[in-house]
């Protein structure tokens, strides 16, 4: 029987607009996880400031 395994990453304070900076670091998780054998299933994300448009990531994972 294969064994499922889920796992989640957040990436924090996404702005308004992505600045390249953000682009390389959600890149870099997505290419770490992406080696391990992990698959990327959906994203979302949740407003946590208004006032600045802030909201952070969530990227969820599973692996086999």
């Known amino acids: 029987m294969t064994k499922l395994e889920n796992d989640l990453d957040i990436y924090y304070a996404v702005g308004n607009a992505n600045t390249q900076r953000q682009e390389i670091e959600i890149k870099s998780i997505i290419n770490k996880r992406n080696s391990e054998g992990w ?22 994972w599973e692996k086999y």
Do not use: E, G, P, R
Request: charged letters at 15%; hydrophobic letters at 40%.
């Open 39 to 60: 698959k990327l299933v959906s994203t979302t994300t949740a407003i946590v400031d208004t006032k600045n448009n802030f909201s952070n990531l969530y990227l969820f």
